[in-house]
């Protein structure tokens, strides 16, 4: 008994001396709470998180900022909603300069005189622009270009409009991001042969070559004409209209197409015009006329209203010998097309004479084209559709009211 008294007091010692160490461990455990204090002291480490808020004082400013932009609506609401889109014409006003891209070379529509100056159809509607825009038809910048450099200089925004015989596509008036103008010259693809060829019509051309210009509707109104008609031929393709004049002229191809108006300007470059011959057949339809770039709607607006004035003059009998006279009409047509009568000018912040000054300056449609290619010219290209609506042709222009 008294040794199993002796084992019982052993294990009650070892509990003791357990409790014992377990009982000090607690006392630092105790001070844990003490350690906390630094943690009570986190808040004064918080004091310059309190500071930001005084940092965001400036943020309460940026409601100021938004004032310009709550003007905004306002702005479109003016007297010119286009005011906002305008700025093209705010950009040629600045510079005092229309910059307006043409041809190459193509007599009778644009073309550089012995001089440099470049002279023709197309280049005079670069200066009734300028007219209208700035007062000044000789306000212009003219920058050549053959026809894969047109669309790029316009969509880039080196130039102002594209005046330079350029068709009106459904494509390059929707994916390419053009407007058109109206049309101021109606047109159609021709070819022209030999006169020795003994080629009278398309068919003849079977197993034959063709010259034409490379990135044109022309290229490609070739490729399917021909292919309709199941022709055979070869295209001998340049980039530049006198490269393929030359090519022609030399006897490299058997025909040359493009436009018909081409055909007759260009044909003054062979070695002898008279040994040709455009064939009667029309391949297309090409109506020509100039195009601005999409999203500058009051631009567009001064462009194509600038071909309406050179149109309207026309039909009223209205031309650069006697616009002065016109001013004292009794004509209300006459009045608000010149300007005298109404703010129609304004709404496309140009002066109300606008008009005028294009006609005055320039001349009206009839005066532009007989002094290009009029029956006066090497050219003679008669009117035909070129013709206003009352003489039997397609030129119509909306009222001026």
Request: hydrophobic share 35%.
């Amino acid at each position: 008994m008294s040794r199993k008294l002796f084992v019982v007091l052993t294990v009650l010692v070892a509990l003791s001396m357990l409790l014992v160490a377990c009982g000090g461990g607690t006392e630092p455990v105790a001070e844990e709470p003490a350690a906390e204090e630094p943690v009570a002291e986190e808040p004064a480490t918080e004091e310059p998180v309190a500071e930001e808020p005084a940092a965001e004082e400036p943020v309460a400013e940026e409601p100021a900022t938004e004032e310009p932009v709550a003007e905004e609506p306002g702005e479109t609401e003016g007297p010119a909603p286009s005011q906002g889109s305008s700025d093209t014409l705010a950009a040629v006003q600045e510079r005092g300069i229309l910059n307006c891209a043409t041809s190459s070379g193509l007599l009778g529509f644009s073309y550089a005189e012995e001089g440099g100056e470049f002279e023709g159809f197309d280049v005079t509607y670069c200066k009734a622009v300028a007219a209208a825009a700035l007062g000044n038809s000789e306000a212009v910048e003219i920058r050549p270009v053959n026809a894969s450099e047109r669309f790029p200089v316009l969509q880039s925004g080196e130039v102002d409009v594209l005046i330079r015989n350029t068709t009106w596509t459904l494509s390059r008036d929707t994916s390419l991001g053009f407007n058109f103008a109206p049309t101021t010259f109606y047109d159609g693809q021709g070819m022209m042969v030999r006169k020795d060829s003994g080629i009278t019509n398309l068919d003849g051309l079977s197993g034959g070559t063709v010259c034409v210009n490379a990135g044109t509707t022309t290229e490609k109104n070739l490729a399917d004409v021909f292919r309709s008609r199941g022709i055979d031929y070869e295209p001998v393709v340049f980039a530049e209209a006198v490269d393929v004049v030359n090519a022609f002229g030399e006897g490299r191809c058997d025909g040359w197409t493009t436009d018909k108006s081409g055909l007759i300007g260009n044909s003054q470059l062979l070695p002898n015009p008279a040994d040709f011959v455009i064939l009667d057949e029309t391949m297309s339809k090409e109506p020509l006329g100039p195009l601005v770039r999409h999203g500058d709607d009051n631009w567009f607006d001064i462009v194509k209203w600038t071909v309406f004035c050179t149109i309207q003059a026309e039909e009223l009998g209205i031309d650069s010998t006697n616009v002065d006279d016109m001013l004292g009409s009794d004509d209300p047509k006459v009045l608000n097309t010149l300007g005298v009568e109404g703010d129609l000018g304004q709404a496309m912040g140009l002066n109300n004479d606008f008009c005028y000054q294009v006609i005055k300056q320039v001349g009206n449609f009839e005066e532009i084209y007989n002094l290009h290619l009029g029956p006066d010219t090497v050219f003679n290209v008669p009117r035909g559709l070129n013709s206003t609506w009352l003489d039997g042709g397609l030129l119509y222009s909306p009222p001026f009211r």
